[in-house]
T-cell receptor
């Protein structure tokens, strides 16, 4: 199993550009989520999904969209990039959408918005 | 809203000493408390977890304690080794429709050889 994969590893955008961060898992996990990691702020939940076709907002959803058309994929879209979205983004998944399941994290995408 | 506070933000210990990281959560409905270790350039990885019906859990050199009344939980690492150097995150899981995991801000642990 490849686990949770994310692409790209690094990305530089200009303000106003849009892009999609890709996330895929091959463990047949029900639950997937996106976090952003900023210095001194830990991991903050952006959006999550409890199954194909079902998504919901986390703590910091503004400026991001998600969709979950398949169990495996959970892309994160930046609609109009802003410097405040400069961060490291992590995708995670867990077997079931239950509060007591280990989350498996991808390697992260480092995004810089100029 | 829900909040998890983590202290200290940085911790430096000598190899062989113990390290303790403390967290406080705000939502009394939280019932699952995982700890993740993040090495440089990698995603976080679960190292130990505890559920609200348990007061203490141990796995070799690491242990976690939970005080539900005070809404505190702590990570204890004994006989620290240089490879324990990393960022450690506590988290509290809140069941609300789906579920949300709220993370602490992280503790950067340095173990000096």
């Amino acid at each position: 199993n490849a686990g949770v994969t994310q692409t790209p590893k690094f990305q530089v955008l200009k303000t106003g550009q849009s892009m999609t961060l890709q996330c895929a898992q091959d463990m047949n996990h029900e639950y997937m989520s996106w976090y952003r990691q900023d210095p001194g702020m830990g991991l903050r939940l952006i959006h999550y999904s409890v199954g194909a076709g079902i998504t919901d907002q986390g703590e910091v959803p503004n400026g991001y969209n998600v969709s979950r058309s398949t169990t495996e994929d959970f892309p994160l879209r930046l609609l109009s990039a802003a410097p405040s979205q400069t961060s490291v983004y992590f995708c995670a998944s867990s077997y079931v959408a239950s509060g007591d399941n280990e989350q498996f994290f991808g390697p992260g995408t480092r995004l810089t918005v100029l | 809203g829900e909040n998890v506070e983590q202290h200290p933000s940085t911790l430096s210990v000598q190899e062989g000493d113990s390290a303790v990281i403390k967290c406080t959560y705000s939502d009394s409905a939280s019932n699952y408390f995982p700890w993740y270790k993040q090495e440089l350039g990698k995603g976080p990885q679960l190292i130990i977890d505890i559920r609200s019906n348990v007061g203490e859990k141990k796995d070799q050199r690491i242990a976690v304690t939970l005080n539900k009344t005070a809404k505190h939980f702590s990570l204890h690492i004994t006989e620290t080794q240089p490879e324990d150097s990393a960022v450690y995150f506590c988290a509290a899981s809140i069941v609300a429709g789906g579920f949300k995991t709220i993370f602490g801000a992280g503790t950067r642990l340095f173990v000096k050889a």
